[in-house]
């Protein structure tokens, strides 16, 4: 003890890579066993409800440049409201004109420049379960009668320069008129939306053709379903839109969550043990070195105790003890603002902290280990050092 405590401030600054390892350690755990138990509440119930089938027309036998029909049959919609457990689904794409202009006037001014065209049925729209800020949305009559109507989101109508509906204000696609019903704010699904303008896929086909057969105009059928249905609807849909061809279609269900928890916890874990694993090699790099150094500078001493009569592993122990009450007292340090961090982040957060006491009540027995491991080169120089030679060099 006299000898740790000769020198504090370098037995402190020795302790310090020992303290921030174990304390990443306990941290790490900690959290991540906090983070994991919030995941089941912080997983998107959007996404647990949100199924996708994308169609993949062939193109062969077309002409050059053209698109072909889309894959999903004209009632896919009910189709797929067929399915126990879907609440609302339809089909929708992007509008596959790359330089479509949207304007306010028919003149065909810049303001909807940056705006996106979507192609949308009545059922696909109810699956974006939009926020309505005014007008109507579409409707089963607008997409049987191919009326040239327009749902705006809110940024797409400020843009246009649409303020209010009851004069039945158009907006304009390429110089064709169209009538804004309504105004959404907010989408639950189709964040792509929220800056375009909605149109009925009725429509769309007469004046703009099939979609496309890129990756961002296909074809996608947007499903929602009730909570916990995702997985049973995403096995039928296929077989449920074209019983003939379920093979053409890719769905996409929404990720397990508990796979998904796995996933994240092992990635977590794996990250910041490494981590803290770095910053024990650089504890225990500090303590060796400090230890070593302390080696050198107390050879009088080693050559005093030696000529007294005190054995090689007497010397040996006495180093060794000093690096393993460093790496201890690290250990104890680093376990505590460890655990803290964890209650602190819980508490900011208002999570349920989770502490394993399997991860945290050994935690200073590997600063233990990390100073008894770090400690035994010093010590065994020390240990073999010539008291003859040690005392004519003191």
Known sequence: MSGTLQRPGRSALTMLGTVLGIGAFVAVLGLTATASGQIGEQFSLTKATTVTVSDHPSTEGLAPGANPPTGFPEDADTRAGRINGVAAAGVWWRVPKADVRISATPTGDSAGQGLSLLAATPGAVAAMQPTLAAGTTLDAFAQRERLPVALLSSAAAKRLGVNRLDAQPAVFVDGLPFTVIGVYSEVQRLPDSLLGIVIPTSTALDRFGNPGTGKDQEAQLLVATRMGAAPVVARQLAVALRPDA???????????????????????????????????VVGAVGIANTTLVAV?????????????????????????????VLGTLGGLIGTGIGVLVVLGTAAARDWTAVLQPAATLPAPLIGTVVGLLAGLYPALRAARTDPLKALRTA
Request: negative net charge.
């Open 296 to 324: 050198l500078e107390r050879t009088q001493e080693i050559g005093l105790r030696r000529s007294l009569g005190a054995r090689t592993w007497h010397i040996a122990g006495q180093f060794l003890t000093e690096s393993t």
């Open 246 to 280: 379920p093979e053409r279609f890719t769905v996409v269900p929404p990720p397990d969550p508990h796979s998904l928890q796995d996933k994240v916890t092992s990635d977590l874990t794996g990250l910041f043990l490494a981590l803290a694993g770095i910053c024990l």
